[in-house]
């Protein structure tokens, strides 16, 4: 992936609201940072992906070792001093120096070509048991989105490197479909089998609920 694509002028309008170091940004990674520590509580994360730094700063000002890498050298030329030691240049597809409790990756893998994100993917297998992760299914307009993918097409990409899709975490702290994958022995086949029939059944029965609600209401029936 080419990391000069990433220059100041993607950050300024590729994000939605500008990508600087500001309330909202400051205040979302901050809320992010919190729910790691008290949901997952890693000694050690990394944030594959890092941009500026702002999750990397949030989680070591909550008592995490976490550090960054990230593509782009603009992005890493703003990383706030007190975290530069901790943020590097990089690509998430090159070996990282050591194994972390948790890898971060957020919006990022839709940036990457195919057989890179699948690079990506077994690059963070290599290095732990634990991955929260998230890619939009849904923006194709952006420009520099080449591989935007449904959440299933994700499932199976780590399922093949022995990290299964964690259904009992809600990771929707992040984005909606935000997700966590997991290497873990109580994730076994038939336990797997059982959380997916659980998470299933439970959206069927909201569905009928939904549907029968919604034809009361257009008959002006009573519940």
Same mark, same amino acid.
């Given at each position: 992936?080419?990391?000069?694509? =990433?220059?100041?002028?993607?950050?300024?309008?590729?994000?939605?609201? %500008?990508? !600087?170091?500001?309330? *909202?940004?400051?205040?979302?990674?901050?809320? #992010?940072?919190?729910?790691?520590? &008290? !949901?997952?509580?890693?000694?050690?994360?990394?944030?594959?992906?890092?941009?500026?730094?702002?999750? /990397?700063?949030?989680?070591?000002?909550?008592?995490?070792?976490?550090?960054?890498?990230?593509?782009? !050298?603009? +992005? #890493?030329? @703003?990383? *706030?001093?007190?975290?530069?030691?901790?943020?590097?240049?990089?690509?998430?597809?090159?070996? =990282?120096?050591?194994?972390?409790?948790?890898?971060?990756?957020?919006?990022?893998?839709? *940036?990457m070509p195919a057989a890179e994100g699948e @690079?990506? #993917?077994?690059?963070?297998?290599?290095?732990?048991?634990?991955?929260?992760?998230?890619?939009?299914?849904?923006?194709?307009?952006? +420009?520099?989105?080449?591989?935007? @993918?449904?959440?299933?097409?994700?499932?199976? &990409? =780590?399922?093949?490197?022995?990290? =299964? *899709?964690?259904?009992?975490?809600?990771?929707?702290?992040?984005? %909606?479909?935000?997700?966590?994958?997991?290497?873990?022995?109580?994730?076994?086949?038939?336990?797997? /089998?059982r959380a997916y029939e659980r998470v299933l059944?439970?959206?069927?029965?909201?569905?009928?609920?939904? $549907?029968?609600?919604? @034809? $009361?209401? $257009? &008959?002006?029936?009573?519940?």
């Amino acid at each position: 992936m080419d990391g000069s694509r =990433f220059d100041a002028t993607y950050f300024a309008t590729g994000c939605g609201l %500008p990508y !600087e170091r500001n309330a *909202h940004w400051l205040g979302f990674f901050g809320g #992010i940072a919190d729910r790691i520590v &008290r !949901e997952i509580n890693p000694r050690t994360a990394l944030d594959a992906g890092c941009a500026m730094g702002f999750l /990397v700063e949030a989680l070591r000002e909550r008592g995490v070792e976490a550090y960054g890498v990230d593509i782009s !050298e603009y +992005a #890493i030329s @703003q990383v *706030h001093p007190s975290v530069k030691p901790y943020c590097r240049l990089g690509s998430i597809t090159e070996p =990282f120096e050591r194994r972390y409790d948790l890898i971060i990756c957020i919006e990022v893998l839709e *940036h990457m070509p195919a057989a890179e994100g699948e @690079q990506a #993917i077994a690059n963070f297998a290599a290095h732990t048991d634990d991955v929260l992760f998230s890619s939009t299914p849904h923006d194709f307009t952006e +420009a520099t989105h080449d591989n935007v @993918q449904p959440v299933e097409h994700w499932a199976e &990409r =780590f399922a093949l490197h022995g990290l =299964f *899709h964690d259904l009992d975490f809600d990771a929707s702290f992040i984005t %909606p479909w935000a997700m966590r994958f997991r290497r873990d022995g109580s994730l076994r086949p038939h336990r797997l /089998v059982r959380a997916y029939e659980r998470v299933l059944a439970r959206t069927r029965e909201e569905n009928r609920q939904l $549907r029968d609600a919604l @034809q $009361r209401a $257009r &008959r002006g029936t009573p519940e």
